[in-house]
């Protein structure tokens, strides 16, 4: 990678100002380094103390989690405070990223400013419907940041995640430290199921047909219109909601596997994924 200027801003005004004229953030550099990309200008976000992981909310309560753009995945992965918020379902989703030096650098702002199909993090984020703040822009939710990315230069500050204690992580690789072959994710979130497969190859999808099938199967549980605050005991839906996200999912054939295996990868994932979330 060539690079003839390199800056190293110390607030997020002056960095978002190098961004907008043009130059290019760098997060952990990992990915950035690897495809050969050239640029005048790179700026480097090291300075801006958003390397952080911090409950938020508003009065008395902390009901949510921030992650500055620049924790990495090591820090993602021993933090006690999400494992306790998410049942240990961030600590799945870093656990195998390649090895302890490269999670070190591996950053979360990076990651999802990337919008990698083969991602962990962004197959649980999508799950827990996370808020993205983007600095000078405001905030959007992860789901419209993927699907639809601001046209022009944006500097990713953080990601905001409500806690969670329904939640689960799951995928399956050849080696230990190799790309996911499938990756899933379940979460129930403010009274709805929401179930995501990741790693296709292709990026993070929702899966209506099947977290419509849960959210049914949960009404039923718990009578006519009562709110629902607590998913249902999952062993009459999980299995017809996995063959669901099965069905209306696009898999691709690659060197990790046939879009075949992948099918029937997903109904094993997404089954484990709404058992565990939901126990
Ligand atoms: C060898 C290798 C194997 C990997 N295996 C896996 C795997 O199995 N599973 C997995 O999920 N991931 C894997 N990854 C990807 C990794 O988890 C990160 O997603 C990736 O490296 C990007 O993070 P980074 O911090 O290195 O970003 P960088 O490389 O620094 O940046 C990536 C992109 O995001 C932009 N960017 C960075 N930070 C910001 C910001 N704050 N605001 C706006 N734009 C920004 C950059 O300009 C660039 O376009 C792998 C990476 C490598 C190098």
Redesign the pocket.
């Known amino acids: 990678m060539e690079v003839n200027h390199y800056m190293r801003p110390q607030t997020l005004d002056e960095a978002y100002g190098l961004i907008q004229k043009g130059g290019?953030?760098?997060?952990?550099?990992?990915?950035?380094h690897?495809n050969g990309r050239s640029t005048d200008t790179m700026v480097d976000?090291c300075e801006l103390r958003l390397d952080y992981i911090r409950e938020v909310g508003s009065g008395d309560s902390n009901d949510f989690v921030e992650i500055g753009?620049m924790t990495t995945?090591r820090s993602i992965e021993t933090s006690s405070l999400l494992d306790e918020a998410f049942r240990g379902a961030f600590r799945h989703a870093t656990e195998?990223?390649?090895g302890v030096q490269?999670r070190n650098?591996?950053?979360i702002?990076?990651?999802v400013?990337?919008r990698?199909g083969?991602?962990?993090?962004i197959t649980l984020l999508l799950a827990l419907d996370a808020r993205v703040n983007l600095y000078g822009q405001g905030q959007m939710g992860l789901g419209d940041f993927l699907s639809a990315p601001p046209k022009g230069p944006?500097?990713?500050e953080s990601v905001v995640i409500a806690k969670n204690p329904y939640v689960s992580f799951q995928s399956l690789r050849i080696t230990r430290n190799?790309?996911?072959v499938l990756n899933a994710a379940a979460a129930f979130v403010a009274g709805g199921w929401r179930i995501v497969v990741g790693a296709r190859p292709a990026a993070a999808r929702l899966c209506p047909n099947a977290q419509a099938a849960c959210d049914a199967a949960c009404a039923a549980a718990q009578g006519q219109g009562a709110a629902i605050v607590a998913p249902a005991a999952p062993s009459s839906y999980a299995g017809a909601a996995a063959k669901a996200a099965a069905s209306e999912t696009v898999f691709i054939s690659d060197s990790r596997g046939s879009a075949d295996y992948r099918r029937l990868l997903c109904e094993t994932l997404v089954e484990r994924a709404i058992m565990e979330a939901a126990s």
Not at 24 to 32: D, R, S
Not at 118 to 121: E, N, V
């Open positions: 290019l953030p760098v997060g952990g550099g990992c990915w950035l690897m976000l753009a995945a195998h990223l390649v490269l650098l591996i950053t702002g990076g990651t400013a990337g990698y083969f991602s962990d993090l944006f500097l990713l190799d790309f996911a």
